[in-house]
C-alpha cells in the first residue's frame, strides 16, 4: 500500500501546520505587533488535541469551526459527518467516531487518511481537508493540514504524484 508521509519539514518550529495562518480563527490579521500573541492562542487551540487516541463530538465540531469558519456550506457539510445519526456505527458500519479512533491508531500515514477521507466508506463530507486536519491536530509529529494548496505545493515540488486520494 502507497505511504503519504508528511515532512515535519512543512511543520513550523512551533508545531504549527506552515501556512495555516490566516486560516483560523485565532490568526485575525492584525498588525505585527498582535501575532505573536494570535499564535500563542492558536498553538494552546491545537495542543489540546494532540495525542488523543479519540476525539468527542465536541472536539470534532470545534475543529470542523476552525477549518471552515468563513465557509459556512463546507461548515454545515462536515458537521453532517459528526452528527449524532453518523456518529454512532449501525449495521455493521463503523461511524465517524469510530473512524476517527481507527485512523488515530494505525501505524500506516495513508491508511489513517483514507479511514476518513475516502468517499466510499470514509466519513461523510470530511473529505481530504478535515481529514488531515484531525490527524494533524491529534498528530502533529506525523501529520500536517494537507488542504488543496499544501498538496499543490507537493506535486509542484515532485514529492507527490498528481492522483486522487481515493483512487485506489
Same mark, same amino acid.
Request: glycine share 8%.
Given at each position: 500500500?502507497?505511504?503519504? #508521509?508528511?515532512?515535519?519539514?512543512?511543520? !513550523? =518550529?512551533?508545531?504549527?501546520?506552515?501556512?495555516?495562518?490566516?486560516?483560523?480563527?485565532?490568526?485575525?490579521?492584525?498588525?505585527? =505587533?498582535?501575532?505573536?500573541?494570535?499564535?500563542?492562542?492558536?498553538?494552546?487551540?491545537?495542543?489540546? !488535541?494532540?495525542?488523543?487516541?479519540?476525539?468527542?463530538?465536541?472536539?470534532?465540531?470545534?475543529? *470542523?469551526?476552525?477549518?471552515?469558519? !468563513?465557509?459556512?456550506?463546507?461548515?454545515?457539510?462536515?458537521?453532517?459527518?459528526?452528527?449524532?445519526?453518523? #456518529?454512532?456505527?449501525?449495521?455493521?458500519?463503523?461511524?465517524?467516531?469510530?473512524?476517527?479512533?481507527?485512523?488515530?491508531?494505525?501505524?500506516?500515514?495513508?491508511?489513517?487518511?483514507?479511514?476518513?477521507?475516502?468517499?466510499?466508506?470514509?466519513?461523510? #463530507?470530511?473529505?481530504?481537508?478535515?481529514? $488531515?486536519? *484531525?490527524?494533524?491536530?491529534?498528530?502533529?509529529?506525523?501529520?500536517?493540514?494537507?488542504?488543496?494548496?499544501?498538496? $499543490?505545493?507537493?506535486?509542484?515540488?515532485?514529492?507527490?504524484?498528481?492522483? #486522487?486520494?481515493?483512487?485506489?
Amino acid at each position: 500500500m502507497a505511504r503519504l #508521509r508528511f515532512q515535519p519539514s512543512l511543520w !513550523s =518550529e512551533v508545531g504549527r501546520p506552515r501556512g495555516a495562518h490566516g486560516a483560523g480563527p485565532f490568526w485575525p490579521s492584525a498588525p505585527a =505587533e498582535d501575532a505573536a500573541a494570535a499564535r500563542e492562542k492558536e498553538d494552546r487551540f491545537f495542543a489540546r !488535541s494532540a495525542g488523543l487516541a479519540a476525539l468527542d463530538r465536541d472536539q470534532v465540531a470545534e475543529l *470542523i469551526e476552525w477549518k471552515f469558519q !468563513s465557509m459556512h456550506h463546507r461548515k454545515a457539510l462536515a458537521m453532517k459527518g459528526a452528527s449524532p445519526e453518523r #456518529r454512532d456505527g449501525r449495521d455493521g458500519v463503523p461511524g465517524a467516531a469510530d473512524l476517527i479512533q481507527k485512523a488515530l491508531t494505525t501505524s500506516d500515514d495513508y491508511e489513517a487518511l483514507a479511514t476518513m477521507a475516502n468517499s466510499a466508506g470514509g466519513i461523510y #463530507r470530511f473529505g481530504l481537508a478535515m481529514s $488531515s486536519l *484531525i490527524l494533524a491536530a491529534c498528530r502533529p509529529d506525523r501529520f500536517t493540514v494537507a488542504d488543496s494548496r499544501a498538496l $499543490s505545493t507537493l506535486r509542484a515540488l515532485g514529492r507527490m504524484r498528481p492522483a #486522487r486520494l481515493d483512487s485506489g
